[in-house]
């Protein structure tokens, strides 16, 4: 059954210096979308075709080969054992679900650091593809302007490398936590962010994971 997604109004703001002179606009995007989904609208567009250029947060997104080579040579240390025997008792069973529904056969984590088998599984069941985030959809549309990035992808996966173990634990507990929870109401953050909900995408931005404060 075809899933009903609202109208494409993702959040656009208008950034201006103190004399009231447009300098750019900020586009919050989202990382992923399901197949056949539309997020352009009249103002997208005009902020698109306006842009001199255009800042993301991982310029070099679109090289997802160099990026598969840079987590792998930081996510493994041999001999960690079991990823289930990293979490508590009670997120056990969850955790196990998680990796029969993945790609990933258990024995794959048994050499995985714990931040970065998180990051793998949080793609479980997740609505949408990588393949039609945003953020990728503007780097290719900006192909003949200057694309640069906040970060770069081995800077931003060295954050997690560099976490303390107690981190890590956190970090994979929040993401079999948020599985739990998405199985309830899946598309959720794809909806208020195409619909363009505030208080939905501030909710999500300091709760769950996000109200670790290290973890922020």
Not at 34 to 59: C, H, I, Q, T
Request: hydrophobic share 45%; charged share 25%; aromatic share 6%.
């Amino acid at each position: 059954e075809p899933v009903d997604y609202p109208s494409a109004s993702p959040l656009v703001y208008e950034i201006a210096n103190a004399d009231g002179e447009v300098e750019g606009w900020m586009l919050g995007t989202i990382h992923a979308l399901p197949d056949g989904v539309s997020w352009r609208n009249r103002v997208v567009d005009a902020v698109v075709s306006d842009a001199d250029l255009l800042w993301v947060e991982v310029a070099e997104l679109n090289n997802q080969t160099e990026i598969a080579l840079t987590f792998g040579e930081m996510a493994g240390t041999e001999g960690l054992g079991p990823l289930s025997d990293r979490v508590s008792d009670e997120l056990r069973d969850p955790l196990e679900q998680m990796i029969a529904r993945s790609d990933f056969p258990a024995g794959d984590f048994a050499d995985t650091e714990s931040w970065a088998a998180a990051i793998m599984l949080a793609r479980v069941d997740a609505v949408g593809k990588p393949s039609n985030g945003v953020d990728r959809a503007l780097i290719l549309e900006f192909a003949q302007r200057e694309v640069r990035g906040f970060e770069t992808a081995a800077g931003q996966l060295g954050v997690f490398d560099q976490l303390a173990e107690d981190d890590q634990t956190e970090l994979l507990e929040g993401t079999v936590r948020e599985w739990i929870a998405g199985r309830d109401v899946p598309g959720k953050l794809v909806r208020s962010w195409l619909a363009g909900d505030l208080a939905a995408l501030e909710t999500a931005a300091s709760t769950g994971i996000m109200a670790d404060p290290e973890l922020y």
